[in-house]
C-alpha cells in the first residue's frame, strides 16, 4: 500500500485480491504477510482485513503462517482489539443466526473460531488485558459497555460471548 494510509474499503479489496492469490499460490506466504503488515497498521485498513480475512472461504486464516503470525503481533494492539470485538459480535451473530434458521450461523461460528485461534496466538497479557475490559462491561461497567449497548445483545448472546471468551484460555 505504498505507506499510504488505506481506507477501509480499499483494505477490504486489497485483502480480497491477496487471499485469492495466496490461496492458488501466486504469492508466498511471507508476500501477502508483509502487504498485511501495512494494512494493519491503521484501524482502519486492519478493520477490512479483518472483515474479509475471518468471513471468506480462504483459509489463510485457518492456516496462520508464522510471517503472518509475526505481523500481526507487530500490530497487536490494533489486532488484539480488533478481534476481541469480531469475537463478541461473532458469538453473538450465531445465536441470532441459530434463532432465525438463518444459514449465516456457519459464517459467524467461522469468524468466532478463527478470532479464538488468533487470540491464542498474539500476546496473552494484552488478550487477557483486552478481555477483561469485555468482560468488565458484559458486567455493566468500563468503556465496553457502549460497544455492547449499540448492538443491543439479549442475555443469551451476552453468554455466548462470555462463553467464547473463556474458550480463548482453554
Known amino acids: 500500500m505504498n505507506d499510504q494510509k488505506p481506507t477501509f474499503k ?38 477490512g482485513f479483518f472483515v474479509i480475512s475471518f468471513s471468506i472461504d480462504c483459509p489463510l486464516m485457518d492456516r496462520l503462517p508464522d510471517a503472518l503470525i509475526f505481523q500481526l503481533r507487530s500490530s497487536e494492539e490494533i489486532v488484539v ?7 463478541a459480535m461473532s458469538s453473538a451473530m450465531v445465536i441470532t443466526h441459530r434463532e432465525n434458521n438463518d444459514p449465516q450461523e456457519i459464517q459467524s461460528e467461522r469468524i468466532k473460531i478463527r478470532c479464538i485461534e488468533l487470540l491464542k496466538l498474539l500476546d496473552s497479557n494484552q488478550v487477557k488485558k483486552r478481555i477483561d475490559v469485555l468482560l468488565e462491561a458484559i458486567k455493566g461497567n468500563g468503556p465496553d459497555v457502549k460497544f455492547l449497548n449499540r448492538w443491543g445483545y439479549n442475555n443469551e448472546q451476552i453468554n455466548a460471548i462470555s462463553k467464547s471468551i473463556y474458550d480463548v484460555a482453554t
Open 10 to 47: 480499499q483494505a477490504m479489496e486489497a485483502t480480497m485480491i491477496w487471499c485469492k492469490s495466496w490461496e492458488n499460490d501466486e504469492i508466498s506466504d511471507e508476500v501477502i504477510s508483509d502487504r498485511i503488515g501495512e494494512l494493519i497498521k491503521t484501524v482502519e485498513g486492519a478493520r
Open 81 to 87: 482489539d480488533l478481534t476481541v470485538k469480531n469475537l
